[in-house]
């Protein structure tokens, strides 16, 4: 195993360990300051489309986000992973409820809901990133199968880091595939990356 991998395995296990501890009143009320952070963002202000995630585990929940998006008019779009060639395409949805529990335990969209295709919808868009670890210059720690490293290469519009303020580092481990995020959205508001 090589030695950035064995990093990213002890750093994982480590922090994954720390959110599940986390109590569950705290969890919800940071994830909601971090919604309410993200609404407030110009991107988001500003975007036609919004692609969020689905919150797995412990992940920073962003319900809230997709709520207010769809409120104020905005195609709001999920991923659905190919685990054989490890990419995904976000889909587009107009109800939470439009989402189901994939064989990962992921919840996904419809593989017939339209796709969100950034080189024919070009409205400006924003890309909420999940990721377990971020650190000061944008780069994050997911859970290592670089399927959002794979998809925000080729995506130009704005790139959120999500993470709560006290998992963010100097630096993490990183390869050469792994890509950065323009801003880094958390419970005490956005922090710029270097």
């Avoid at 395995?9 to 994830?31: G, P, Q, T």
């Avoid at 412990?58 to 998006?69: L, N």
């Avoid at 189901?100 to 070009?122: H, K, M, N």
């Avoid at 950065?180 to 956005?190: A, I």
């Amino acid at each position: 195993m090589n030695s950035i991998k064995k990093e990213k395995d002890e750093l994982r296990a480590k922090y994954l360990a720390a959110r599940r501890e986390m109590d569950e009143s705290v969890r919800r009320e940071r994830d909601a300051a971090v919604c309410k952070s993200a609404v407030g963002l110009m991107s988001f202000r500003y975007a036609e489309y919004v692609l969020l995630y689905a919150a797995k585990d412990c992940e920073i929940c962003v319900d809230e986000i997709a709520k207010e998006a769809w409120a104020r008019g905005k195609k709001v779009a999920f991923p659905r992973c190919d685990k054989a060639t490890h990419t995904m395409k976000y889909h587009i949805v107009s109800s939470l409820d439009e989402l189901s529990v994939d064989s990962y335990g992921i919840e996904e969209p419809a593989e017939d809901a339209p796709v969100y295709d950034p080189s024919l919808d070009v409205g400006s868009a924003v890309c909420f990133v999940p990721g377990l670890l971020y650190d000061k210059s944008g780069f994050r720690l997911g859970y290592g199968k670089g399927f959002y490293d794979r998809y925000l290469s080729r995506f130009a519009g704005s790139k959120i880091g999500v993470v709560y303020s006290d998992y963010i580092m100097d630096s993490v481990p990183r390869g050469r595939f792994d890509v950065t995020v323009d801003v880094l959205l958390t419970e005490k508001g956005v922090k710029q990356v270097k």
